[in-house]
């Protein structure tokens, strides 16, 4: 039993939205991600999708897009990222799929980790930075916080903390945040995140040993494509 890790899979099966524009790392990307994850990933794995999952706009739209991940092997621990403007009520969402976990303001607990998480936001010292980015970041700290406290309450003490979010936990500039500070409060261990896309943007992704932490960029062309083994559990 494994956990594995894949963000940005930026599906349009039901919508006009090619991601091929985008370069070509983004050709058939669906096909290879398929392809890729049959090869690996087995009905009892769990896997990590950190957001930017579906491009439809309504849930009708990105049902057929959902129902493709369900359909692949493993247990999918899916998180909300900022294209995911599909993602409604959360316990309407838990009630859709057999296979599929939509987590805010908690955890998904396997057996030997916690998973927790929220989309998070861009962060102070990025170029750019509003004061309505301030009111998201804050709001994204307390979902943040929420997931973790909920997942030390009521999950077992002895398993492993893993974070996730859509956004990189810090700026630019890979300076501290409030999100590194909550993992570091909280004794995680491992945090995955997305978003970021092309060779450039890349290096502004902390990766890497951090106090204690480690931090991995899994956005789906970073990856080419191939979901990212995070834990061997047994």
């Not at 998480?117 to 980015?133: A, K, V």
């Given at each position: 039993?494994?956990?594995?890790v894949i963000a940005d899979l930026h599906l349009s099966l039901s919508v006009d939205k090619p991601m091929d524009i985008y370069g070509g790392q983004w050709v058939n990307h669906a096909e290879r991600i398929k392809k890729n994850w ?197």
């Amino acid at each position: 039993m494994s956990i594995f890790v894949i963000a940005d899979l930026h599906l349009s099966l039901s919508v006009d939205k090619p991601m091929d524009i985008y370069g070509g790392q983004w050709v058939n990307h669906a096909e290879r991600i398929k392809k890729n994850w049959m090869k690996l990933i087995k009905e009892e794995d769990t896997v990590i999708i950190p957001g930017d999952i579906s491009w439809g706009l309504r849930l009708a739209e990105a049902m057929e897009d959902l129902k493709w991940i369900d359909d692949l092997p493993g247990k999918k621990v899916l998180f909300k990222g900022n294209h995911d403007l599909w993602w409604n009520s959360i316990g309407k969402l838990n009630k859709l799929f057999e296979h599929l976990t939509f987590i805010q303001n908690t955890y998904y607990e396997t057996e030997n980790h916690r998973i927790c998480g929220s989309r998070g936001w861009t962060c102070p010292g990025e170029s750019g930075f509003t004061q309505q980015d301030q009111k998201i970041y804050q709001r994204e700290l307390g979902r943040l916080r929420l997931s973790l406290e909920n997942a030390v309450k009521n999950g077992e003490s002895s398993k492993e903390l893993i974070a996730v979010l859509h956004f990189p936990p810090t700026n630019e500039k890979l300076e501290s945040s409030g999100f590194t500070d909550i993992f570091e409060e909280f004794g995680v261990k491992k945090v995955v995140y997305g978003h970021l896309h092309g060779r450039e943007a890349y290096k502004n992704g902390l990766q890497g040993m951090k106090n204690g932490i480690e931090y991995y960029l899994t956005s789906c062309d970073k990856l080419e494509c191939v979901p990212l083994q995070l834990e061997k559990e047994s």
